[in-house]
């Protein structure tokens, strides 16, 4: 078939190939000329037709034509791979003259850092830092020190009841501890006396949040027992961390209070400068409670106390609202 223009199909195919923007419309251009319905096939079957003499001559022109193209593409597809690769090292290309990015520092929460320098300082005491469960059992909680069932003092400090542990247990056996004082009780059993432990930890209580009370909060319980250990030793102690945590000419004052595991029992307060703040409840420990724990009332005695950690941060940092440690302000936490 002698009718189609050899020239024209090399002429436009070599233009398509020219003018392919990228390697999509590359493949697309070769689809064009060779693929099963392409220009240059077209002309392949043609030849069939032909006589063998024609076919022949007919035949090295249409080579010559298929040389072409390829060439053409060939080279075209060297030119847009090339592009293509220089894309691709622009996105990658790294400008070593812009200022490093230097990674933001975050620093200790107040609560973390204040449970630290309390911890360092009862260390320097001889304190063991320990830490208890979250979810307690309810004997440790309220039984074990001193508070029976039905005790009223339980519903001050109500607080969420975990499922029980033992499907068909008792609905009343696991809570969120309401103090740090169920580690008391856990230690003496583990340790046999002298004792002179601390346990920072969170503790949950039914409360309505202002500005010094949130149902969630941290304490830092401290227990101390031995031969001959008075409310003297109470007070020199809880004496000297106040000025070691806030600072030397830190004043603290003790009143009285009641705690069921603890008789005597006192608050302690701190001196901020224009008002006294409740930092702490302690006592001796309860001769019941020392029973709970497996020790001898008759020889060994000892105090406890129950620091509540967000007044101690108030105090060290002068924060007057405790919910700005929990509001998770970036403009507050970045102060610190
Ligand atoms: N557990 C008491 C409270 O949470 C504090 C306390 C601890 C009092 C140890 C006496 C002894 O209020």
């Known amino acids: 078939m002698t009718d189609v223009d050899l020239d024209a199909v090399v002429a436009d195919g070599l233009a398509a190939v020219a003018a392919a923007p990228d390697l999509d419309a590359l493949d697309t251009a070769v689809g064009g000329l060779f693929g099963r319905r392409?220009?240059?096939?077209?002309?392949?079957?043609?030849l069939g037709r032909l006589d063998e003499a024609a076919r022949r001559e007919r035949?090295?022109?249409?080579?010559?034509?298929?040389a072409r193209l390829q060439t053409a593409i060939a080279e075209r597809r060297a030119v847009l791979e090339d592009q293509r690769d220089r894309v691709v090292l622009a996105a990658e290309a790294v400008d070593v003259t812009l200022p490093p990015r230097t990674p933001r520092r975050g620093s200790l929460h107040p609560i973390t850092e204040t449970v630290e320098a309390l911890v360092d300082v009862f260390a320097g005491l001889g304190y063991t830092a320990l830490s208890g469960p979250e979810a307690e059992s309810e004997w440790f909680n309220f039984t074990a020190l001193n508070l029976p069932r039905d005790h009223p003092a339980r519903s001050e400090e109500d607080t969420i009841y975990l499922e029980p542990l033992t499907p068909g247990g008792p609905a009343w056996s696991t809570l969120l501890r309401t103090s740090t004082s169920p580690m008391q009780v856990r230690t003496m059993l583990a340790t046999p006396p002298p004792l002179h432990v601390v346990v920072p930890g969170r503790v949950f209580r039914q409360d309505t949040p202002d500005a010094t009370h949130t149902p969630v909060f941290h304490q830092i319980e401290g227990l101390s027992v031995d031969t001959d250990i008075s409310m003297a030793d109470l007070r020199g102690t809880l004496a000297a961390v106040a000025r070691a945590v806030l600072g030397p000419a830190t004043r603290i004052r003790l009143l009285p209070d009641h705690f069921p595991f603890t008789e005597p029992s006192c608050q302690v307060e701190a001196w901020d400068g224009t008002r006294w703040l409740e930092l702490l409840g302690a006592g001796m420990v309860h001769p019941t409670v020392l029973e709970a724990g497996g020790y001898d009332p008759e020889a060994v005695g000892g105090f406890a106390f129950g620091i509540g950690i967000e007044r101690v941060a108030m105090l060290r940092y002068g924060i007057d609202d405790l919910r700005l440690f929990s509001d998770n302000d970036l403009r507050f936490l970045a102060a610190f």
């Open 59 to 66: 035949g090295r022109a249409v080579n010559d034509a298929r």
């Open 38 to 46: 392409g220009a240059v096939s077209a002309v392949q079957r043609s």
